[in-house]
């Protein structure tokens, strides 16, 4: 009707500019403006029947109106546009082909990728295609991860593994580059996972004169819940208690009742309800894996309300459960209760073999140079371990995966064994703990040592120390954090553990400590203390390849003798502590994996970290490494050397089938001695990131097109496109005038104007 009335389409009105083809000088056109006034009121004067002045006026009026409108189209108005010449240049066609475009959310069950098959249209039913080939060359390209030829616009799948949009603008910059190109038509969802930024090529498109115009499609209104995140820890003990942290997201679903499902390997082990509240929702889970070796598990957001898109409900994962074996060596200055307690609740500990070297006569100042202190030694392999005390040099120290030490005095130790105590920690990567007692801490004279420097609190200076408050009976506060930690899980839901701590027995005495070093964590403190100015009883860091732990009581033996005889409290928490110190300190032999899960032909780079038995690097290795893929084939991976910022043996591999992946990798010397191995995994399955946050991203593609000069276009309005493109400026364009005289709007005005004039003229009776 518009075009009918007016002549041509509305985009010729909003894109041009109004001229005329005879204009006369004003005053001319207010002189005839004028007689003409002035004629009709002489004319009304003369009238047979008296009439009003309103009654008079209108009448003027609607002459007057009327012969404006002639003299108006004696000018000849023109609406002058820029007008593409026809067939002269090209559009480049994008249309994304990933498989965010198999989302149902266009109305009644559409598809994205069905409703961008109609509007293209086909030989029975033209659509946005034949349009633009009206002014245009068009070349059509699909894109997802890559850009390929479009010869049908019916040949699109929508099974693009991911979304590179700078990729696909990049490549019609670059064939604009050899071909004439007007612009870029964009039809997507705006859903990008590509390592580029858009807007940059989108800026670079306009600098070319080439503006991007981008059809939005799919429902910014779509109802969904999305699992966006897992946060476990990869690799834990046997029978540890994991917590998993899952970052929930959800679009227009807010305090819906959700539940969070664990599987392990296939078998459903734990089901959890959770509120939505808000746009995310952050909720944890804790369970103990049932299996060893390495495990797949999935966690899935089960919903109550249809969604639109499901594949971003669930996250797969893999837990390293190997069961492993660390030796801890336990240094005590004398013998007492808590040496004694920790040793029984280690026992049967299959994971931990404690070595202790516990002190039973101390050389005093008046002895013979012949009088040695005596020492007690449990858990060593041969005689010779431990014969002359703590070790001396690095080899024997790094042979253990954590160090404790009890009550005993920072001058038992040399400098050269303090000095290498620091290494086995920042350097080898163990674990270091100091018990609290009357001669641990500053009470024990590290304050100023080496020693200090791995710890996770300052100490006080060894004047202001004070001495063991043994008499000081309290209940061990457990912060925020603590709460949160593996070390401190009594069990396996929070309120239960939270318990299971209000249940423990009072402690009795602690060392003054200072403040918490930056990075570090403060797992519980004295009930008495001020939150600037805590009381620390217990916090960890980590400390260069390793990780160290401070524990300032001296009592924790009485969590065993006042609980009854079933409860294993404290056993759990010692063999916690012992296999967060130990389990985790790495081999000389070590593999690594940038993630634990890849898609297909994705490339898997396999990091080898080879060292002698000081953990000092070894840069001439040899490595031989076999991926054993799900089908039960095996390959062989070759590694080269690089020393890009820390030396490490580097091999890649590209995974053809989706599964899990077990790595084995073997060392040797250059003369050929087997060093050692590792093992390690992975797994593949194709990729879900296209239905994260796969809502119609418009604000994002707004941007696109505003930065390129170019428009946007909701899916709904994309029947416009065409003709607007038409009439952009560019310079395969020119200017073109449309006369507006014939308009049959014009001659339809005239009309009814006149015949309202000559009705109410008649219902006056005027001739």
Same mark, same amino acid.
């Given at each position: 009707m518009f075009e009918f009335l007016f002549k041509y389409s509305p985009v010729i009105f909003s894109e041009g500019a109004v001229t005329f083809n005879y204009l006369p000088s004003l005053v001319f056109l207010l002189l005839m403006a004028v007689a003409f006034a002035v004629s009709i009121w002489v004319i009304y004067q003369r009238t047979t029947i008296e009439l009003s002045r309103v009654f008079k006026g209108?009448?003027?009026?609607?002459?007057?109106?009327?012969?404006l409108i002639l003299l108006f189209l004696l000018l000849e108005p023109v609406v002058t546009v820029s007008r593409?010449?026809?067939?002269?240049?090209?559009?480049?066609?994008?249309?994304?082909?990933?498989?965010?475009?198999?989302?149902?959310?266009?109305?009644?069950?559409?598809?994205?990728?069905?409703?961008?098959?109609?509007?293209?249209?086909?030989?029975?039913?033209?659509?946005?295609?034949q349009s633009l080939k009206e002014n245009f060359k068009t070349q059509m390209y699909k894109f997802s991860s890559d850009v390929r030829h479009l010869p049908e616009s019916n040949d699109l799948s929508a099974d693009g593994a991911a979304t590179d949009l700078a990729k696909g603008l990049e490549f019609a910059e670059q064939l604009g580059k050899q071909t004439a190109v007007s612009g870029v038509v964009l039809i997507t969802d705006g859903v990008d996972n590509g390592n580029s930024d858009p807007l940059g090529v989108a800026s670079a498109l306009k600098a070319n004169g080439l503006p991007v115009f981008v059809v939005g499609v799919g429902s910014e209104q779509t109802k969904d819940v999305e699992l966006a995140k897992v946060a476990a820890n990869h690799s834990v003990i046997e029978n540890s208690v994991v917590e998993l942290s899952a970052l929930i997201k959800n679009?227009?679903?807010?305090?819906?009742?959700?539940?969070?499902?664990?599987?392990?390997e296939g078998r459903v082990i734990k089901r959890q309800s959770v509120i939505l509240k808000g746009s995310a929702t952050r909720a944890s889970l804790k369970f103990s894996p049932a299996r060893k070796g390495f495990v797949r598990y999935s966690l899935t957001v089960?919903? @109550?309300?249809?969604?639109?898109?499901?594949?971003?409900?669930?996250?797969?994962?893999? =837990?390293?459960?190997?069961?492993?074996?660390?030796?801890?060596?336990?240094?005590?200055?004398h013998p007492r209760a808590e040496f004694k307690f920790i040793r029984r609740a280690l026992d049967g500990d299959e994971s931990i073999d404690l070595v202790s070297l516990l002190r039973t006569r101390k050389a005093g100042a008046g002895d013979s140079p012949e009088a040695k202190s005596k020492f007690y030694r449990q858990g060593v392999k041969n005689q010779l371990e431990l014969q002359?005390?703590?070790?001396?040099?690095?080899?024997?120290?790094?042979?253990?995966?954590?160090?404790?030490?009890?009550?005993?005095?920072?001058?038992?130790?040399?400098?050269?064994?303090?000095?290498?105590?620091?290494?086995? %920690?920042?350097?080898?990567?163990?674990?270091?703990?100091?018990?609290?007692?009357?001669?641990?801490?500053?009470?024990?004279?590290?304050?100023?040592? %080496?020693?200090?420097?791995?710890? *996770?609190?300052?100490?006080?200076?060894?004047?202001?120390?004070?001495?063991?408050?043994?008499?000081? @009976?309290?209940?061990?506060?457990?912060?925020?954090?603590?709460?949160?930690?593996?070390?401190?899980?009594?069990?396996?839901?929070?309120?239960?553990?939270?318990?299971?701590?209000?249940?423990?027995?009072?402690?009795?005495?602690?060392n003054p400590l200072g403040r918490a070093k930056p990075g570090a964590t403060i797992l519980a403190v004295h009930p008495l203390s001020e939150s600037q100015n805590p009381k620390i009883i217990m916090a960890q860091q980590r400390f260069g390849r390793g990780r160290s732990m401070a524990f300032a009581a001296a009592?924790?033996?009485?969590?065993?003798?006042?609980?009854?005889?079933?409860?294993?409290?404290?056993?759990?928490?010692?063999?916690?502590?012992?296999r967060w110190l130990a389990l985790n300190s790495p081999a000389p032999i070590e593999s690594h994996l940038d993630k634990d899960s890849y898609v297909p032909n994705e490339q898997v780079t396999l990091k080898?970290?080879?060292?002698?038995?000081?953990?000092?690097?070894?840069?001439?290795?040899?490595?031989?490494?076999?991926?054993?893929? *799900?089908?039960?084939?095996? =390959?062989?991976?070759?590694?080269?050397?690089?020393?890009?910022?820390?030396?490490?043996?580097?091999?890649?591999?590209?995974?053809?089938?989706?599964?899990?992946?077990?790595?084995?990798?073997?060392?040797?010397?250059?003369?050929?001695?087997?060093?050692?191995?590792?093992?390690?995994?992975?797994?593949?399955?194709?990729? @879900?990131?296209e239905f994260a946050n796969a809502h119609l991203q418009s604000t994002f593609l707004k941007r696109i097109a505003d930065v390129s000069g170019g428009k946007y276009y909701h899916q709904d309005e994309a029947k416009d496109m065409a003709s607007e493109i038409s009439v952009m400026h560019s310079s395969y364009s020119k200017l073109v005038d449309h006369d507006l005289?014939?308009?049959?709007?014009?001659?339809?005005?005239?009309?009814? =104007?006149?015949?309202?004039?000559?009705?109410?003229?008649?219902?006056?009776?005027?001739?």
């Open positions: 209108t009448l003027i009026g609607l002459k007057i109106f009327a012969i593409v010449m026809p067939r002269k240049s090209s559009l480049i066609v994008l249309v994304d082909d990933s498989k965010s475009m198999s989302i149902k959310d266009v109305g009644r069950g559409k598809s994205r990728q069905s409703f961008a098959l109609e509007l293209l249209g086909n030989p029975d039913k033209p659509g946005l295609s679009k227009n679903l807010e305090d819906q009742n959700v539940e969070l499902e664990l599987r392990e089960l919903a @109550k309300q249809k969604e639109s898109i499901e594949e971003n409900n669930s996250k797969r994962f893999l =837990i390293d459960n190997r069961s492993r074996q660390a030796r801890v060596l336990y240094v005590e200055g002359s005390g703590y070790p001396v040099t690095k080899q024997d120290l790094f042979k253990y995966d954590a160090i404790i030490f009890g009550s005993i005095e920072q001058e038992f130790f040399n400098d050269v064994q303090l000095q290498n105590t620091l290494e086995f %920690v920042s350097q080898r990567g163990g674990g270091f703990l100091m018990l609290g007692g009357s001669h641990s801490f500053a009470q024990g004279g590290y304050s100023k040592s %080496v020693i200090e420097k791995l710890l *996770p609190v300052e100490l006080p200076p060894q004047s202001l120390s004070g001495r063991l408050a043994s008499s000081d @009976k309290y209940r061990l506060l457990i912060t925020p954090e603590g709460y949160r930690n593996a070390i401190l899980q009594l069990a396996s839901d929070d309120a239960s553990n939270r318990a299971a701590w209000d249940k423990l027995s009072e402690l009795a005495g602690h009592s924790s033996w009485l969590w065993q003798m006042g609980m009854p005889h079933q409860d294993t409290s404290h056993e759990r928490f010692w063999r916690q502590v012992m080898i970290d080879v060292r002698d038995s000081s953990y000092a690097t070894i840069n001439d290795a040899t490595i031989k490494a076999t991926i054993r893929k *799900p089908s039960g084939g095996r =390959i062989s991976v070759p590694f080269r050397w690089s020393s890009n910022g820390a030396v490490e043996y580097l091999g890649v591999y590209h995974p053809d089938e989706e599964g899990m992946y077990l790595a084995e990798v073997n060392a040797y010397s250059a003369s050929g001695e087997f060093l050692g191995k590792s093992e390690s995994a992975f797994y593949v399955e194709e990729s @879900k990131a005289w014939d308009m049959p709007i014009w001659f339809l005005l005239v009309a009814v =104007i006149l015949c309202v004039e000559w009705y109410v003229r008649r219902g006056r009776g005027l001739s």
